[in-house]
């Protein structure tokens, strides 16, 4: 183990002073010394979602994946070795993504990049343990306990991002801190949705808050008027000043907002607030502009702190695509990274070993999302959080705009410019 971190640390080394900042520093002159065993192109799975309702997230995380990709392979274009990242869409259904690492185990892949959905994990949590796959994802943030087995110390799945319990606190406090003391919220029947539904009515309440109704639906319907019908009645008692609804839901917020417009519906006098998987969703924006400004539809995100490695990773991001990289995006290329300087670490492309030496190169890592120290079951730690909300510009554009500040270490919540 001893020779194990010494490696780890000379590869840390030079994959922070090379290969984090490459879009800035000049190509390798010297040949670097590659681990005993390791040689050829290591192929590395990567399975986003470029279609359906997490798409959006999918093709940043992809462009983000792909700076990482060719910085990798500058920093060791020296070394008899390199890396080749197979994409392949998870259409943002769990059954895909568990045929793609079926598909890769075939072809000998040991280390799998995504798992963007929570559900996916789910689905493919026993395979990859049984089949000692190593599996790095930078967008689930559903409590542990709803990832499936091998969920405790020891299992094949790392996450470069927070579990979603914190998410429960920083919901409450946003509601709280507008005064709102009672919620009704509307639910997707996803793995990760019914989790975080979980995780806030218990902190909610804990806080002196009420949930007075939670509404849940099929993933994949296209009407939603009888969710709207119950909320409606659920919150007609209450003054609007009171009730908040809580949109946990995904990209499908558009066409609830929608059609509450539609039936003119009094949904529309609440403010309303989300968690991650809704936040900076262009589909929402741009379908449901009117509306979701009208309730001013808010919605978190994990912040990656001020760098030179996050700076230079959004200008490639926004060179390649046109779009600034969310930190999700963010997470999986630091998931690239900690991947590639693991195996290096291993010296051989093994998933046991490659497993057992990650939780070290990520405590030692600082990359775009900052330093991810990873809890004993595989999940970072912490990070503080940023709200965002639509509102509508002085052109008759609806865009997303930070509006709040979640500090983790201190449990506190400030809306900006208050």
């Known amino acids: 183990m001893l020779a194990a971190v010494a490696i780890i640390m000379l590869v840390i080394g030079s994959g922070i002073g090379y290969g984090i900042s490459a879009s800035m520093a000049p190509a390798p002159t ?49 070394t008899a070795v390199s890396f080749n990242f197979l994409v392949e869409d998870s259409t943002t259904t769990p059954s895909t993504t568990l045929t793609e690492v079926q598909s890769f185990a075939a072809k000998g892949v040991k280390v799998v990049i995504g798992g963007m959905d929570s559900g996916d994990l789910l689905t493919i949590s026993q395979y990859v343990s049984s089949n000692q796959i190593v599996v790095i994802s930078g967008e689930s943030t559903a409590p542990r306990s709803s990832v499936g087995t091998g969920v405790d110390n020891g299992s094949y799945i790392f996450r470069t991002v927070p579990a979603g319990d ?13 005064g709102i003391k009672y919620v009704a919220a509307i639910t997707s029947q996803r793995t990760y949705t019914e989790a975080i539904m979980s995780v806030f009515q218990s902190d909610y309440q804990a806080a002196g808050g009420k949930v007075i109704t939670n509404v849940e639906y099929a993933p994949g319907i296209t009407d939603y ?16 000043s009171q009730v908040g609804i809580f949109c946990n839901t995904f990209g499908e917020a558009a066409q609830i907002l929608s059609q509450a417009q539609q039936r003119n519906s009094p949904l529309l ?29 808010t919605g978190l995100l994990f912040e990656a702190p001020s760098s030179v490695a996050y700076n230079n990773l959004v200008a490639a991001v926004q060179k390649s695509m046109g779009q600034t990289p969310d930190i999700y995006a963010v997470a999986m290329y630091d998931a690239a990274w900690i991947a590639v300087l693991a195996i290096l670490a291993a010296g051989k492309y093994d998933g046991p070993t490659i497993k057992a030496v990650l939780p070290y190169v990520a405590d030692r890592y600082f990359g775009a999302s900052g330093n991810p120290v990873m809890k004993p079951n595989g999940d970072r730690e912490t990070m503080d959080q940023e709200f965002y909300a639509v509102e509508m510009g002085a ?24």
Do not use: C
Not at 32 to 48: A, E, H
Not at 230 to 240: F, G, W
Not at 278 to 296: F, M, N
């Open 225 to 240: 008027t009888t969710q709207l019908e119950t909320l409606e009645s659920a919150v007609a008692s209450y003054n609007a």
């Open 269 to 297: 006098n609440y403010r309303w607030i989300g968690q991650d998987s809704i936040t900076q969703l262009s589909v929402i924006s741009t379908e449901a502009g009117v509306p979701a400004s009208k309730v001013k539809l």
């Open 166 to 178: 914190s998410e429960g606190l920083s919901i409450t406090q946003a509601f709280l801190s507008l």
């Open 30 to 78: 010297t040949t670097t010394t590659t681990p005993t065993g390791l040689s050829g192109t290591i192929p590395i799975g990567v399975i986003v979602p470029l279609s359906g309702d997490l798409a959006d997230y999918g093709q940043r995380a992809k462009a983000a994946l792909q700076v990482a990709e060719g910085e990798i392979n500058a920093m060791t274009s020296g």
């Open 395 to 418: 052109n008759g554009t609806a865009t997303w705009v930070d509006v709040g500040h979640y500090d983790s270490a201190t449990n506190g919540f400030n809306w900006l410019g208050t």
